[in-house]
């Protein structure tokens, strides 16, 4: 398992080792003590979640505030998605900033997004399943996001606006200057 730390800080993309034989292949998907020992964080994961969503799909960027911050570990398990994360950590030195990865069933990456960020993905291919693991439990009180077309942060979603499919509740989702009025 390889940990590759981005400029974003707590924030890893994971690559698993993966055993060829013929039979097929097989890959531990985590394993708390080689995280524990590369990250030096301590995360217990207490809900998986898996969503389903075809090409142009966008969900995010959501988060959840307070003591219900989530910290989640992503990946792809058919298909290929975009994935984006912000960081909205108010005492980060890389507030604001944002970093993207293609994860999908082929390259079997992972990305380790900490509390204090913002997620989201877009689908890039016709379809897509999406699991990740949650170190705390949804709690819809406590949902926010940002915007997935912010201004300010003009990220790029690489998929036409015109094949975009986002929900009426992203829709509606604040901008990046209401979110940071917000407590987080
Ligand atoms: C997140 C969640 C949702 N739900 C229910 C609530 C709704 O009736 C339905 C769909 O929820 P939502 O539209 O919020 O699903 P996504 O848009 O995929 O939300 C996720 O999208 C981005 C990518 C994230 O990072 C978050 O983990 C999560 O917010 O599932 C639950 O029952 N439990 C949950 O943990």
């Known amino acids: 398992m390889k940990f590759i730390e981005t400029e974003l800080q707590g924030l890893y993309i994971i690559e698993p080792r993966v ?3 013929n039979r097929g292949l097989f890959f531990e998907s985590f394993n708390e003590r080689v995280f524990q020992e590369y990250t030096g964080i301590e995360c217990d994961f207490v809900q998986d979640n898996h969503s389903y969503s075809t090409y142009g799909v966008l969900r995010g960027l959501h988060f959840q505030k307070g003591e219900h911050m989530q910290a989640k570990l992503v990946r792809t398990i058919s298909g290929k998605v975009l994935d984006i994360v912000v960081d909205i950590r108010k005492e980060s030195p890389t507030y604001g900033k944002s970093f993207s ?3 999908s069933a082929e390259n079997r990456k ?3 997004v900490p509390k204090g960020f913002a997620h989201g993905f877009v689908v890039l291919s016709d379809s897509a ?3 990740y693991k949650c170190d705390t439990f949804y709690h819809p009180a406590s949902e926010s996001g940002i915007i997935y077309n912010d201004e300010q942060l003009a ?3 690489k998929v036409p606006e015109k094949d975009l499919i986002v929900s009426d509740k992203d829709l509606e989702l604040p901008k990046f200057e209401e979110i940071s009025l917000e407590t987080c």
């Open 19 to 21: 055993f060829e034989d």
């Open 101 to 103: 990865v293609e994860l």
């Open 110 to 112: 992972q990305l380790f």
């Open 129 to 131: 399943e999406f699991v």
């Open 155 to 157: 990220l790029d979603w």
